[in-house]
């Protein structure tokens, strides 16, 4: 097997306990605001020192910093205002619903990515990835459905926090389009994570304070060790030997590494009609990304 596709496995696996440790970190009395601000600030401590190693021939990281112009801070500013948000929302949702549910629905964010793309860039959806975006939207409402008939306003608000994630995370990376033109990645995500926990600190007095105990420390330490440097840096490092795409369709596997960790941490099973339509989400989704990347246009032209 390719050593890029071992990197995209281990990614996967390490994002996916990402909704479980921050339900684990719920469960030991931090709020929502602190976690996301904690798991910030460490991960940008972590790579700080990074950007002052020179290269050979190449100046230190940190120089790249000094290119972006004006317009480029402020949107940086704005991703950081929109990952600030996603993070509120979504760990938010994590208190509210199943964690199979709420990660489920948080990763239909490419829907609103091109759903914002065409509103705001006037870049139309291939219409060949239309089904797909149909079939997702019929799954995030199986899970709505869910708690609609069982009566459970909890459910039903964890949800619609849970989409409000994913329409945050996709206005963070429009944001990011505009903002990393001259700026190398490195330099760029610790900006980023510093402004964003930065942000997150000033919400702090008007969302419960900080409140972090020892043991959801640890939580937000794996948070940042684990889901964001060994998770999502995978799939940095294995992007310059495989496709996008199959990252892409990798992450989808993020919703069933969760319910998997959701099961072994807290014995949590999602309901029959929630698990039903985090599949159909997944499904969906998957053929969204086969008509983005020119997939289905492909087979159907070989048939």
């Known amino acids: 097997m390719n050593p890029s596709y071992l990197l995209v496995i281990l990614g996967v696996v390490m ?21 996301a601000m904690m798991r910030m600030a460490l991960t940008a401590l972590i790579l700080l020192p990074l950007l002052f190693v020179k290269r050979k021939g190449q100046a230190a990281p940190v120089q790249s910093l000094l290119k972006m112009t004006r317009g480029q801070w402020l949107w940086s500013v704005a991703a950081s205002v929109c990952l600030a948000l996603h993070y509120l929302t979504w760990m938010t949702s994590l208190d509210q619903t199943d964690t199979f549910a709420s990660v489920a629905l948080v990763c239909t964010q ?3 990515v091109a ?21 997702a939207v019929i799954g995030a409402l199986l899970i709505a459905l869910n708690a609609l008939l069982g009566g459970v306003s909890g459910d039903l608000t964890g949800a619609l926090l849970a989409l409000a994630g994913a329409i945050m995370m996709a206005g963070h ?3 990011n389009r505009y903002a990393r033109r001259t700026v190398e990645a490195l330099p760029f995500m610790v900006l980023l994570y510093a402004q964003t926990a930065l942000l997150l600190a000033l919400t702090l007095p008007f969302l419960g304070g900080f409140r972090m ?3 959801a420390l640890l939580a937000v330490a794996g948070l940042a060790v684990g889901c964001t440097l060994l998770g999502h840096s995978m799939f940095t490092l294995a992007l310059g030997k495989v496709s996008a795409t199959v990252v892409s369709f990798a992450i989808l596997g993020e919703p069933v590494g969760a319910m998997v960790w959701s099961f072994i941490m807290f014995g949590e099973k999602p309901p029959l009609l929630v698990f039903i339509g985090g599949v159909v989400t997944i499904a969906g989704l998957a053929l969204y990304l086969m008509g983005t990347s020119g997939l289905l ?3 159907s032209g070989n048939a």
């Open 115 to 135: 759903a914002l793309s065409g509103l705001v860039l006037k870049e139309r959806m291939p219409r060949a990835a239309i089904p797909g975006a149909a079939v």
């Open 213 to 215: 105990t020892w043991m």
């Open 173 to 175: 990376w429009l944001c």
């Open 15 to 35: 994002v996916s306990y990402s909704g479980p440790l921050v339900k684990l970190g719920l469960q030991y009395d931090a709020n929502p605001a602190t976690i």
């Open 110 to 112: 490419p829907l609103f």
């Open 297 to 299: 246009r492909r087979r």
